[in-house]
């Protein structure tokens, strides 16, 4: 009898256990909200390259990038040609010194991309627009897949993070090729200067004002 009692109080306390952890363990939804909760504002030194379907790869960019929540970044490309995007909150800027030429958007954040709700860490408008799976959980790195829940110009996006910073972004196209952002020198809540998300055409820039912006 008292053999009998040992082990249905082992088998309570083993079905306990179990619940228990399936309880803690966060969905890859609530991991990604918890990794991108966790500042207000980021910066990093960039490198984006696209590699073809058949592994070719394309040259590099390379530049800095700043984000200010909710809906405030810069992108700043140096090299090989210089382009800035700059987003104010209400309008985008995407300036060509080298074409002075420079368009403005007006942002409309339903209208975002993958990307532009990644950097926003906006996790709420992302699970609206795709399914979020988990590739790689361990303590130090972790890898989340963006599936579209409708079809468009994009198959998936890959985030990644190690030590909780991302540190790199791929986004794979309907005809396989692929957009990889390496991110390095990454700062989380760094202190940025206001004016860095504001944009003043230069004197004899071109100004195109989107059909949308009206």
């Given amino acids: 009898m008292i053999k009998k009692i040992g082990w249905f ?10 619940t228990s952890v399936q309880l803690s363990a966060a969905s890859p939804v609530q991991q990604l909200e918890k ?13 984006q390259y696209t590699t073809d379907e058949s592994g070719r790869k ?16 810069r992108w700043s490309t140096v090299s090989p040609f210089p382009q800035l995007i700059v987003s104010d909150g209400d ?3 995407v300036y060509d010194p080298d074409l002075e030429q ?15 709700l990644i950097l926003n860490g906006d996790v709420e408008a992302l699970t609206k627009k795709f399914t979020i799976s988990q ?25 990644f993070f190690a030590d909780d910073m991302m540190q ?16 390095t020198d990454t700062k989380l809540n760094p202190k940025i200067a206001a004016n860095i998300f504001e944009f003043t055409a230069p004197k004899g820039t071109d100004i195109m004002i989107d ?3 009206n």
């Fill in 211 to 213: 059909g949308a912006d």
């Fill in 102 to 116: 420079a368009t403005r958007k007006k942002l409309l954040p339903g209208e975002a991309n993958g990307a532009a």
């Fill in 135 to 159: 590739l790689v959980d361990q303590k130090r790195e972790k890898l989340f897949e963006l599936v579209p829940r409708q079809e468009g110009s994009f198959e998936k996006i890959q985030l």
């Fill in 35 to 47: 990794l991108m909760a966790g500042f207000s504002s980021y910066s990093a030194q960039f490198e």
């Fill in 168 to 183: 790199e972004l791929k986004l794979v196209d309907v005809f396989g090729s692929q957009t990889t952002i390496l991110l």
């Fill in 91 to 93: 309008y985008i800027w």
């Fill in 9 to 18: 109080r082992l088998l309570v306390s083993s079905c306990l256990l179990v």
């Fill in 58 to 73: 394309g040259e590099v960019s390379k530049g800095s990038m700043q984000v200010q929540r909710p809906n405030k970044f």
